[in-house]
Every structure is written in structure tokens, then in C-alpha cells.
Antibody, heavy 127, light 110 residues
Framework: QITLRESGPTQVKPTQTLTLTCTFS??????????VGWIRQPPGKALEWLAL???????RYSPSLKRRLTITEDTSKNQVVLRMTNMDPIDTATYYC???????????????????WGQGTMVTVSA | QSALTQPPSVSGSPGQSVTISCTGT?????????VSWYQQSPGTVPKLMIY???TRPSGVPDRFSGSKSGNTASLTISGLQAEDEADYYC??????????FGGGTKLTVL
């Protein structure tokens, strides 16, 4: 069974750094074709893609947020961590992590879509 | 990279068909067959409905279908049901090797 779960602070102050952890099970980020990404959704607004890390260790970032984001992996712990610096009230949102991979019985490939999602964690930025 | 353009809302009566468009550019939708569609009901996690333009994940009803022409992708829902009422988001891979989402479309079943 594939699961993902986000964890981290529910509230941060402006200018602080947000650190979110995605702990997953049922798959390995070492498997060919697998990626784990972060997506956020401000209240009442649209989804926004933030970052993704592939099984190769390759990392991709939203151009508009690239200077503030860092995505890392701890394969031994089955975790992916997202750091976002200089938080602002506009960053208030539900943050999701999700798996990007289509897997058959024998192999996986990256299909640039998120089949499995965590439940999301709401982060409020306020003084 | 700009967000993909979707109509803010669409509506239809039970049993009818509705189509939601998603317009991008030659740098995203027009470049690859890597368009996905997600359904999100209020208070729930997005659910993948279509990937690679036309492919339905296991368990998604065949009432949902996807297509693409040029820089525009479309999601068609036939035989509309009350449970289809939700927000729908498109997504595409881009030539800058990132993903981008659309602004979302609220589907109302009349």
C-alpha cells in the first residue's frame, strides 16, 4: 500500500524558513522512474507545482520560487524534505507531497503526473 | 512559466456531456503528450483522472476522456453525474522541464 504523509509546523512567522517532511511508504525513491514532488494550494485557490526530486537525485524547481526552495531526500528514511526560505503571508497554503510514477508489476516510469498524494498540511504564515 | 488557462466554471445537467478546456503554449501542452487532469472535491485531496493526455488510471470511469489539439487539451465528462461536481485542474510538462497547473475549473451539475 502506497502512502505519503506531510509533517511540519502549522504556523510560521514572516521571514522564517519553513521545513516540511514527506514520509512515504510502499515504494522507494531509489526505484527507476520514481519521483516525489511538492504542490501547494492557497485557501480557495488553484494548485501550484513547487518542486520535484527524481530517483536519480535530479531536482526541479518552480522558476518563480527557485531561489527560496530546496528539496532533498533521505532514501534510508523514505523521506523527502522541502525547505522554503523567507516565508510571507502569501505563502499560506495547504502543502501536499505526491508521487510521480506509473508502475506496473515489473517496472516504473516517470509520467509527469501525481497518482498518490498525501493528505496535505496547512501552513499559515502570520506574525 | 505561466499557469495553463482554464475556464473558471462550466455546468451541465445529469446525463449530459461537458468539456473543460486547458490552453497552454508550444512550450508545454503543444510540446509533449504529458497532460494530466485532476478532480478535487471540496475538502479532499486531488485525484488523478487522466494522464498522458488520454490514459485513465485504474478505477477511473470511462465517462472521463482526454484529448489534445495543438496547444489546447480537453477533458470531457459524458453521462454527467451529481458526484462529478468538483474542481478540475489540468497539468502539463514543459520544455523547461517543470510541471505547470491550470487555474482550475469548477464543474456544477445542475
Amino acid at each position: 500500500q502506497i502512502t505519503l504523509r506531510e509533517s511540519g509546523p502549522t504556523q510560521v512567522k514572516p521571514t522564517q524558513t519553513l521545513t516540511l517532511t514527506c514520509t512515504f511508504s510502499g515504494f522507494s525513491l531509489s526505484t527507476h522512474g520514481v519521483g516525489v514532488g511538492w504542490i501547494r494550494q492557497p485557501p480557495g485557490k488553484a494548485l501550484e507545482w513547487l518542486a520535484l526530486i527524481y530517483y536519480t537525485g535530479e531536482k526541479r524547481y518552480s522558476p518563480s520560487l527557485k531561489r527560496r526552495l530546496t528539496i532533498t531526500e533521505d532514501t534510508s528514511k523514505n523521506q523527502v524534505v522541502l525547505r522554503m526560505t523567507n516565508m510571507d503571508p502569501i505563502d499560506t497554503a495547504t502543502y501536499y507531497c505526491a508521487r510521480d510514477a506509473h508502475c506496473s508489476a515489473s517496472s516504473c516510469y516517470n509520467h509527469d503526473a501525481f497518482t498518490f498524494w498525501g493528505q496535505g498540511t496547512m501552513v499559515t504564515v502570520s506574525a | 512559466q505561466s499557469a495553463l488557462t482554464q475556464p473558471p466554471s462550466v455546468s451541465g445537467s445529469p446525463g449530459q456531456s461537458v468539456t473543460i478546456s486547458c490552453t497552454g503554449t508550444s512550450g508545454d501542452i503543444g510540446a509533449y503528450n504529458r497532460v494530466s487532469w485532476y478532480q478535487q472535491s471540496p475538502g479532499t485531496v486531488p485525484k488523478l483522472m487522466i494522464y498522458e493526455v488520454t490514459t485513465r488510471p485504474s478505477g477511473v470511469p470511462d465517462r472521463f476522456s482526454g484529448s489534445k489539439s495543438g496547444n489546447t487539451a480537453s477533458l470531457t465528462i459524458s453521462g454527467l453525474q451529481a458526484e462529478d461536481e468538483a474542481d478540475y485542474y489540468c497539468s502539463s510538462y514543459t520544455t523547461t522541464n517543470i510541471l505547470v497547473f491550470g487555474g482550475g475549473t469548477k464543474l456544477t451539475v445542475l
